[in-house]
Structures are given as structure tokens and as C-alpha cells.
């Protein structure tokens, strides 16, 4: 079943629009938000995440932000730049892809326990798309978490995202997972825990059909 659109077109617009690869192509060791908020990341998938399980981080740079005493059996990471994912030391492999330009990933179905996507989905220009691969890839009763907070690069953000409230954008990323289908209802976390806000939406998928 194709997922449900919720963006159109002018949704979709980017301010920048040259090639995504270009503005990924230099390496950023950079953290994209701060340490409060990293570690109120670390403690929620501490929570959602099965200690031993199958792990996919989806838009993954240098790190992770998965809690440091739990062990997973494989973490795979993807993003767009191949030298920021060789420095992630969480990760046990990884590959690089253009999601705005080929959603498809190259996975099988039902594969992972997990998928997370931290303060990047802002740059996806079909998340609809993007997020019914993910739901395709989770196992039954898997978990997708994603979070955000108020900083991104405003040249690559979408302008659906670029025009919203923080609250809008929590329920626009709701709405994505809601719209493929695939999910329970989704769960909205807001915090304020440092300087940074904190949102996250977690959406398990169904565990039958």
C-alpha cells in the first residue's frame, strides 16, 4: 500500500536547492545539538531500544547518541557522508545514500528491531516515502524513534518544516508514521532539558498485520 501524502509540492521546497551530495561532501565533526539533549536521547532509547537487538540509524553522522552500556547485536548506519559514518564507533557497517533522490532502501524486510533518525529529518523532501521503508524494514512490534530540536541547516530543511512550530513539527513527523499504515499510534515526547528543546516521536509498529 503507498503511504498517504501529507506534503505537496511547495511543502517539499528547499531554499537551497543544489545537489545534496555537494553540501554533505565535506565532513562535519560537529555536535548538532547540546550535551542535555544528547544525553536525554541516550536515555530514551536506553528505554525503547532492545539491549541486543538489531539497530538502523538512519541519517547517522560521527555518532549516534546510543547509550554506551548497552550492547546491540548490529547497528547499521546510513548517511551522506561515507568519512563521518567510518568515524562512528558504534557502528558495525554503513552506506551512503541520497534518500531525497532514491527512497528505496537496499534492505530486506522485517530485518531490524529499531530504527532512529536523530535531528535530520528535517531534510527529508519525501518523508512519506522514507518512512514507509522504514516501517517496511521493522520487524513486527519494532520501534521507530525520531528526534528533534529547534537548530538544522535552514538552506536544507524543507519548507513545510522551515514554517512550523516546534509542536507542528512534532506532529507532522506523527503524521508521516501515521500515514504509512504500518504504526501504532505515535507518542510525542517533549522536554526541555538543557537550552536545546527535546522532541522525539515514537511510533512501534504493528505486531500483525
Known sequence: MAPERVLDAADREKSDRRDDARFYARPRFVQHVDKAFRERLADLYAEYLPAGGTVLDLMSSHVSHLPEDVAFERVLGHGMNSE???????????????????????????????VTIAVSIQYLQYPEAVVAEIARVLRPGGVLIVSFSS???PTKAIRAWREATMGERA?????????????????????KPGIDPFYAVVAGTRSTA
Not at 567510518?86 to 532514491?102: C, I, Y
Open 84 to 114: 563521518e559514518l567510518r568515524a562512528n564507533p558504534r557502528l558495525d557497517d554503513s552506506f551512503t545514500q541520497d534518500l531525497n533522490r532514491e527512497a528505496t532502501l537496499p534492505l530486506e524486510d522485517d530485518t531490524f528491531d529499531a
Open 151 to 153: 537548530r538544522c541547516f
Open 171 to 191: 506532529e507532522l513527523v506523527a503524521e508521516y508514521a501515521r500515514g504509512t499504515g504500518g504504526f501504532d499510534s505515535p507518542e510525542v515526547v517533549s522536554e
